[in-house]
Every structure is written in structure tokens, then in C-alpha cells.
């Protein structure tokens, strides 16, 4: 198969943060012996080179001055719940750009599928060249781009504009394909993939690196870790975690935690701790570059994720961290909420609580603190799923299987299923 694929977010660079689950996929699929070309927005930080990929990269430009190539690379949405000032002067920019660059590698690759990463901008742009060629048009949600279509009647507009256009649309999560099908597509086309991983995630990360680690952090030999890691973003609910982990740190004098990643609330979440009076057992590492993340799940003896949704309706679809952290042989503490039931099974590989519920969080993370037996037998379990079911082999074969689909035509409703697990 021949693809085209649209996203405005890619790494810039090698071990770059900035979605590398999107070059992850289409590296994996184009390993499977299909030809890929991908269109990315240009970045100001763009350091690719030819021999650090195997897709056919390309990227476009669209505004002048160079310096204000500001959208995409998380610096469209501030602390994941308002856009900022800039997004509405320069999107139409964007999306004029975008369309022209793509439209014309379209009529250059001539391929048989498209695949868009967000269903806004990419997928409205993608889908008006799928209009204009005829090509099929596959779109992947991922979470943000949902809560952009949200936010006003134009959005709206676009995003079904978009879903009409697509054949068929991938969903990490339950939570996102019910809220996308309020804005106005048709929830029939839509399939549950889930956001994934490497199966040989962490393999090769060595004892020693693990140890150089946790002497760098200052965690004491024979503490527990309890491991977070994201961006210091509301929708995290590392607000809620701090304070359930006042309440495991005041019972269990060998636990720490660690809360690694920078962003809006970095500083405010540092001073929360202090303030608890936790901050000695706060390890507070700030970002941390994409080749040592493997590291930080090693080093970690759970792995808590305490998403909310926030007022403003944002919400993590399914953060690429838990798979990472399930491929680590981790259990997982998290909130019953939008994708993270998808992969956490509530008394199978982890405990899953009401959000914002700091109470049964601290009850949770303290009984895993307690109870090495079952921390490693959830954290079999972790490792299990993602080996036999939800991993990048498994991901790039189903999304070939829509590309088959959508090249061979056909009914609107026969997507082919992704297995989960058992």
C-alpha cells in the first residue's frame, strides 16, 4: 500500500518528546513493506536528517517569519485547557499551507489511503483533499483535537466536515468516540485502537543505568518508588496526587515519589509538597528527554496516572505512558476515566479509582506499597498485554487492515475490530 499521511506534530529531532508515538506507527508500518510518506509542520527546532528515518519525510512552512511557526508541538493548547492567544491568527495559515503541501504530495505519491493524526487541523485538511482525489481517508483521534472540536460552532463544523469525509476514524478511547460522536460523526465508523508501545520497550535498559538513576534522584537503597510522569498540566491530576501521597508518606517512611516532567504547573506542584511538608520525599526531576524514560519505568516499582477531566471539558484520551509503563512490567494506579480502563483492568494489572478521589488514591498506592506479591503479579499481567495484544506490531497491522478496507471500498460500517485482549 501507498500512504500519505498529515500530522503537525512530529519529533523534531532524535529523542525529541513531541509525539513520538506518531512516528513510532508509521516507521512500524512502513517496515511492513508499504511505502509512507508523512507532512509535518515545520518547526523552528526541526533537526531531522535523512538517515535518522525510513519514511518519506517531508514538512511545510507556513508563515513568514520563520520564528512564528508556533503551533503544534504542545504549544497550541496552554496547560491543556485554553488556546493560546496566537492560535486563531495564525491557523487560517496553517491550514492553507497544509492543504497545498499535501494536495501536492498527493498527486505525486498517488496513494492508495490517507491517514490524518487529529481530526482538527489534520483530518479537515486531509479530508478536503480525500474530496478532491477521491483517495480514503483514514483519521486517528488522539484526545486534544477532540477538545478543540468542542470549543465552538466553527470547530464543530470542521470536525464533521472532517468525519464525513473520513472512511473510517481510530479512537484510543470509549470517552473520546462518545464525545466526538455528540459533536456530529458517526460513531459506526469508529474503532477502538488504543495508543501503544514497543513490545521491546525498556529492554535494553541495564541495571547500571537504573542505579546511576536512582543515585542522581537521591532515592535511598530499599525505597519504594512510586513513579508519575507527564506534563505539569491540570488534566494530569498530579494536583490530587501530591495530596494522596501526604497521606502513604505519612504511613510508609520508605516511599517517594517521583513526578517527573516540566510544564504550567511545575512550580505550583513543587510548592504544594513543600507546603505539605513531603517535599524531601517529592522528587521533582523536571522534563526528561525521550531515551531516558525507559529508565525513570525501571527504576519504579508502580506507575500512577490520576487523570481528571477538567473543568474546561479537557481530558486525556489514553496517555502513551501507560502502555509504556504496562511494556515495564509495572502496575498501575489510575483514574477510572476516558481511555485508561481501555489498558488498566481494575484487580488485574492495577487499581483503578474515581477521579479526584485523593482517599481511595492514597488507599490504593498504599496497598501496593504493602504488598510486593501483587505488584509483580499485576505487573506480569501489564507486561502480558502488552506483549500478546496492544503493541506497535499489532497497531500497524490493524491500521493496514483499514487502509485494505477503505482502498477496497464498501459498506460505511464494516471497520475491522482490534482485539484489546481477552
Known sequence: MKVCALTHTYPRFPDDIN????????????????EVSVLTAWDPAWNRTEGDHTVDLRTYRYIVPDRLHVLGYSRTIEGNIRFRPHVYALSPFMFAAAYRAFLALVKEKKPDVLHAHWILPNGFIAGQVARATGIPLIIQLHGSDVFTAEKNALFRMMARSAAKNARFIMSPSPDLTRRIGIVGADTRKIGLVPNTVDRSFGADVTTKQVDALRRRLGIQPGATVVLAIGRMVYVKGFTYLIDAFKAVADTD????????????????????????????RVIMPGPVMRDEVPVYFKAADMFVIPSIRHESGAVDGLPVVVPEAMASGLPIVGSDLSGIPVLVRDGVNGILVGERDTDALAKAISRLVGDPVLRAEYGRRSREVIDRYVNYDAVAAHCVRLYEAAHMGGGETDMPLFTVGQ
Open 19 to 34: 509525539a513520538p508515538f506518531v512516528e513510532h506507527l508509521m516507521e512500524r508500518i512502513t517496515s511492513l513493506g508499504h
Open 253 to 280: 517512611t520508605n516511599a517517594v515519589l517521583v513526578l517527573a516532567g516540566g510544564g504550567v504547573q511545575y512550580d505550583e506542584l513543587r510548592a504544594q509538597a513543600d507546603r505539605l511538608g513531603i517535599g524531601g
